[in-house]
């Protein structure tokens, strides 16, 4: 079996801080297996895309990695500029630091933020895009709202309050509600509050023109965090871009509906890339 890693590693980025990532690698030893980057969403971290990752694995190598401020990577010092184009050289230096010339990225809301990033800037590094509930930004959203609130009440509580924002509550057993919470509190609650809202000062939109890699765009249509209809003008302007709708799901799909998630991406790239995968 090919090197198969069930710890986190670390490398460190050009501005000195920890960056963790995981590798699972079940591909035939003898394959040149092609690369699947997951990035999580704002307040995560990668274990919560643990259930998407046996669908990839058999065929693709998985790299999962914490981004900087969030799960096992470091948080920042406050004085420690927080932009994009950072948090896309992250990825960009993890990309270097494992040898990966090209990748597949497979981004969850605010990780498909340096997902869609990398395919505008760098488009030679992105073989495609898997976009799960990411938009172009932040700014047409309510999350500056969320500050005084996670302030006042914490993070945990905050998310627990408002939680069928996010997941379809009635649907989900009670030690899975516990556990996606226990991972949000996981996280330092000053970096997720200064993550949140910087993001909501980004907005990217024309931008997408210029991605040119074969791109799907997953489309939580009960989605109320953010703009909705932002998801009609990414298709638009993405060339090429194909469109699904979980109609009437919350914004978290890959976290309640894992299965789904990975069998429509395995179902695009089968489709876009039929040779991968083969001796």
Not at 114 to 122: K, T
Not at 157 to 183: V, Y
Not at 219 to 239: C, F, H, K, T, V
Request: aromatic share 8%; charged share 25%.
């Amino acid at each position: 079996m090919r090197a198969h890693r069930d710890d986190v590693q670390h490398t460190i980025t050009s501005d000195g801080i920890d960056i963790a990532y995981r590798i699972d690698d079940f591909t035939d030893p003898w394959a040149r297996a092609p690369t699947v980057v997951m990035l999580h969403s704002a307040m995560s971290s990668m274990r919560r895309l643990y259930a998407l990752v046996p669908y990839f694995a058999r065929t693709y190598r998985v790299v999962r990695m914490d981004l900087r401020g969030h799960g096992c990577s470091a948080v920042p010092p406050a004085d420690t500029p927080l932009t994009l184009a950072r948090l896309t050289q992250d990825l960009v230096e993890l990309l270097d630091h494992l040898g990966i010339t090209t990748a597949h990225l497979l981004g969850v809301s605010g990780g498909g933020y340096l997902a869609q990033r990398l395919a505008i800037e760098d488009p030679a590094r992105v073989s495609s895009l898997l976009l799960f509930a990411s938009r172009p930004g932040f700014k047409d959203s309510n999350g500056a709202a969320w500050i005084p609130e996670m302030e006042r009440r914490g993070l945990r509580t905050f998310i627990a309050e408002t939680l069928d924002e996010r997941l379809p509550t009635a649907q989900l057993s009670q030690p899975h509600i516990d556990w996606f919470l226990d991972e949000i509190a996981r996280n330092d609650p000053v970096f997720v509050r200064r993550f949140v809202l910087y993001m909501t000062t980004q907005y990217w939109m024309p931008d997408l023109a210029r991605i040119r890699c074969p791109t799907l765009i997953v489309a939580p249509a009960g989605d109320s965090i953010g703009n909705a209809s932002a998801y009609d003008e990414m298709q638009r302007l993405i060339i090429g871009s194909e469109r699904l709708d979980y109609e009437s799901a919350n914004h978290n799909i890959c976290d309640y509906l894992p299965d789904r998630c990975a069998r429509d991406a395995m179902s695009f790239l089968q489709r876009r890339f039929p040779n991968e995968g083969r001796p």
